[in-house]
């Protein structure tokens, strides 16, 4: 992929007394791929394109919701009169007056484990009705001036509104549409995430959930989308892709620390993956870049 760069705060907030920027973007043109280390709520309000992440590619129009923890990557593709409303938060605000947050029993949801990347990026659809409300808290935001301490409680006020609201249709939806998860499944998952750099086998999995080899294959692709290999090696890179940006581990101990010991397999299986080698996505996303036009 071309075009990465990474945004760094100073380009964002314009004052330092409650660091939240707000902005409306109408994109006909590809928005490059970018990285910051402040925490980004997307929201489409219209028009439509594609959105690229660590996960891949989604479609999106009126309704989708995104929020995007501080080092995690984003791009949007093929846009149409997308419609974009993007709020910006300083990482120190989760630190201090939002840390709170974490705890909360609807909130704490969307507030993922910071140590591995699977958690950074929260997506959801809104309804016509929650989409106006966020709406409104968007332009109450961009209405109150940055740069001065006297707006600081009515901005943290509306954007303690806005988390609350994906934060109650992300556990909606979690409720509504996902389906009961096999056990087999389920402990796949559970044994994939604790031991990543294990040197699993399909038939070790199985036995370990006393199932054959194919059935097991069968129920994940249908529960997960993905064969437990399959799974395991998307896991082990999103992990690597997170080592990256946020420790100096050299490769060599990426690598081997998400469990393919042979630096040259893991660099073809990233590229394949996020189209750009290691070193360079490092370099990219980590340490800088030129600015490449609108970034919402």
Same mark, same amino acid.
């Given at each position: /992929?071309?075009?990465?760069?990474?945004?760094?705060?100073? /380009?964002?907030?314009?004052?330092?007394?409650?660091?939240?920027?707000? +902005?409306? !973007?109408?994109?006909?043109?590809?928005?490059?791929?970018?990285?910051? @280390?402040?925490?980004?709520?997307?929201?489409?309000?219209?028009?439509?394109?594609? !959105?690229?992440?660590? *996960?891949?590619?989604?479609?999106?129009?009126?309704?989708?919701?995104?929020?995007?923890?501080?080092?995690?990557?984003?791009?949007?593709?093929? %846009?149409?009169?997308?419609?974009?409303? +993007? %709020?910006?938060?300083?990482?120190?605000?989760?630190?201090?007056?939002?840390?709170?947050?974490?705890?909360?029993?609807?909130?704490? %949801?969307?507030?993922?484990?910071?140590? !591995?990347?699977?958690?950074?990026?929260?997506?959801?659809?809104?309804?016509?009705?929650?989409?106006?409300?966020?709406?409104?808290?968007?332009?109450?935001?961009?209405?109150? =001036?940055? @740069?001065?301490?006297?707006?600081?409680?009515?901005?943290?006020?509306? #954007?303690?509104?806005?988390?609350?609201?994906?934060?109650? *249709?992300?556990? &909606?939806?979690?409720?509504?549409?996902?389906?009961?998860? !096999?056990?087999?499944? =389920?402990?796949?998952?559970?044994?994939?995430?604790?031991?990543?750099?294990?040197?699993?086998?399909?038939?070790?999995?199985?036995?370990?959930?006393?199932?054959?080899?194919?059935?097991?294959?069968?129920?994940?692709? &249908?529960?997960?989308? #993905?064969?437990? /290999?399959?799974?395991?090696?998307?896991? *082990?890179?999103?992990?690597?892709?997170?080592?990256?940006?946020?420790?100096?581990?050299?490769?060599?101990?990426?690598?081997?620390?998400?469990?393919?010991?042979?630096? +040259?397999?893991?660099?073809?299986?990233?590229?394949?993956?996020?189209?750009?080698?290691?070193?360079?996505?490092?370099?990219?996303?980590? =340490?800088?870049?030129?600015? *490449?036009?609108?970034?919402?």
């Amino acid at each position: /992929m071309e075009g990465w760069s990474r945004l760094p705060r100073q /380009m964002v907030f314009k004052g330092e007394h409650c660091p939240l920027d707000v +902005n409306l !973007h109408k994109l006909d043109a590809p928005c490059q791929p970018h990285a910051h @280390d402040f925490l980004e709520i997307a929201v489409i309000f219209g028009g439509g394109g594609v !959105h690229r992440t660590i *996960r891949g590619d989604l479609p999106v129009s009126r309704g989708d919701a995104f929020i995007l923890w501080p080092q995690s990557w984003h791009a949007f593709l093929d %846009c149409r009169g997308l419609e974009v409303y +993007n %709020c910006c938060v300083g990482p120190e605000l989760l630190r201090r007056e939002l840390a709170w947050l974490r705890e909360d029993p609807v909130a704490g %949801c969307i507030f993922g484990d910071d140590s !591995h990347a699977e958690a950074e990026i929260v997506h959801v659809k809104l309804t016509e009705d929650d989409a106006e409300i966020a709406r409104g808290h968007f332009e109450a935001l961009l209405g109150l =001036s940055e @740069d001065s301490a006297f707006h600081r409680v009515e901005r943290l006020g509306h #954007l303690l509104l806005l988390l609350g609201l994906l934060a109650r *249709r992300f556990v &909606a939806e979690a409720i509504a549409g996902r389906p009961k998860q !096999h056990p087999a499944v =389920s402990r796949v998952v559970q044994l994939l995430r604790a031991e990543a750099d294990r040197d699993w086998t399909l038939r070790e999995l199985a036995g370990e959930v006393a199932l054959e080899p194919s059935y097991l294959v069968r129920l994940c692709k &249908a529960q997960l989308g #993905l064969p437990p /290999m399959a799974y395991l090696a998307r896991l *082990r890179l999103e992990r690597a892709a997170h080592l990256l940006l946020r420790t100096d581990l050299s490769i060599t101990q990426i690598a081997a620390e998400v469990g393919w010991p042979d630096p +040259n397999y893991f660099c073809r299986r990233f590229r394949a993956y996020f189209g750009l080698p290691p070193t360079l996505y490092r370099k990219q996303l980590a =340490s800088g870049g030129a600015d *490449r036009g609108p970034h919402p």
